[in-house]
């Protein structure tokens, strides 16, 4: 087996909460993802899905723990480090698809290349042949006021693939859509996940999509339980 692309030990995190006080959300996580896994993550709203992902992707830090992504120890890093790892080798998908309103499709996709310091030509040969993978050749050039939900997700997947990452982190990433709608995007998401050889953590609260995945991870009084 090869080595994994995300490896968490003994990951925890705790936050204060008014008059709650403390709230240790994670308690000892552990998780190993590979290359080419496909992993769902299923919980209750508000048992730390979100929290999990965001420490994974380097958005935020545990309390303890460590974290090794491709292989380099990024827990203790600065923010300097950590920035240029999350850029370099991390992709995010969120419920909502977060595109820049004022430019178009091929635009919102290229822009992550060119913030990640892609010459513009390559970025936008890549940000089209993305557009057109997922079924969008003839709607790259609209803006997302032009799209419909679906196919708006569509793009944010590209952008999120656009920069070549090593690992995709996707929160809800269908949570928005209908059923029909839902299960298409979730088809062609996973297309491209088994195509490039990434490794993905998907959390979802629909069970029908986790069960299509390899693994289904359930977050439980803050630690991981593998599922059946």
Do not use: W
């Not at 030990?9 to 709230?23: C, F, H, P």
């Not at 420490?55 to 480090?81: E, H, M, P, V």
Request: glycine fraction near 10%.
């Amino acid at each position: 087996m090869s080595d994994p692309v995300l490896s968490l030990r003994g990951i925890t995190k705790t936050y204060m909460q008014g008059q709650e006080g403390e709230v240790q959300v994670l308690r000892g996580v552990d998780l190993d993802l590979q290359p080419g896994e496909i992993v769902a993550l299923v919980a209750p709203s508000g048992a730390g899905k979100s929290t999990l992902l965001h420490i994974a992707g380097l958005l935020d830090t545990s309390d303890s723990g460590s974290l090794l992504l491709c292989g380099k120890d990024l827990g203790g890093q600065n923010d300097r480090r950590r920035t240029a790892a999350r850029r370099q080798d991390v992709g995010f998908i969120y419920q909502f698809h977060h595109l820049l309103p004022e430019f178009t499709a091929v635009e919102n996709v290229l822009l992550a290349q060119l913030a990640n310091g892609t010459p513009r030509p390559k970025a936008e040969a890549r940000s089209r042949d993305l557009l057109t993978r997922v079924g969008l050749a003839e709607r790259m050039d609209h803006r997302p006021a032009e799209l419909s939900g679906g196919e708006q997700q569509r793009v944010a997947f590209c952008r999120a693939l656009a920069n070549q990452p090593q690992i995709l982190l996707a929160d809800e990433p269908t949570g928005n859509l209908d059923p029909e709608t839902s299960a298409q995007v979730f088809d062609i998401l996973t297309g491209l996940v088994r195509e490039t050889g990434l490794a993905a953590l998907i959390a979802t609260h629909n069970l029908d999509l986790a069960a299509r995945m390899d693994r289904v991870l359930r977050l439980e009084a803050g630690s991981l339980v593998e599922t059946p």
